[in-house]
C-alpha cells in the first residue's frame, strides 16, 4: 500500500524559497506520475504540480515559474522546490500518486509571512 511522508515546511519570508521532500514508504515511485497538493485554510485542496514517469512537468498557472517538482527514484523521493515564495502560498502541502486511492499523509505546513 502507498505510504508518503511530506516534509520540509516551515515559516518564510515573502520572496524567499523552501524545498519540500515526499518519500514514499515500502513502494517504489519509479513507474508512477507523483503530484503535489495543498489546502489553504477554508479553502478546497487544490492541485499544485505533476512529474511523470519520463520526468514530464506540469503546473498550476498559479506557480509557474517559482516552484520546480522532480524526483530521485533511487531515494523514492519527490521534490516540491518553492522559490520566490507569497503569502497566498501558505498552505498545508501534500504529496499524491496519481491514479490510484490512498490515504492522505500529514503534509507539511507551510506559512509565508513576515
Known amino acids: 500500500q502507498v505510504q508518503l511522508v511530506e516534509s520540509g515546511g516551515g515559516l518564510v519570508q515573502p520572496g524567499g524559497s523552501l524545498r519540500l521532500s515526499c518519500v514514499a514508504a515500502g513502494s517504489s515511485i519509479s513507474l508512477y506520475t507523483m503530484a503535489w497538493y495543498r489546502q489553504a485554510p477554508g479553502k478546497e485542496r487544490e492541485w499544485v504540480a505533476e512529474?511523470?514517469?519520463?520526468?514530464?512537468?506540469y503546473y498550476a498557472n498559479s506557480v509557474k515559474g517559482r516552484f520546480t517538482i522532480s524526483r530521485d527514484n533511487a531515494e523514492n523521493t519527490v521534490y516540491l522546490q518553492m522559490n520566490s515564495l507569497k503569502p497566498d502560498d501558505t498552505a498545508v502541502y501534500y504529496c499524491k500518486r496519481v491514479g490510484i486511492n490512498h490515504n492522505w499523509g500529514q503534509g507539511t505546513q507551510v506559512i509565508v509571512s513576515s
Open positions: 512529474i511523470t514517469r519520463f520526468d514530464d512537468t
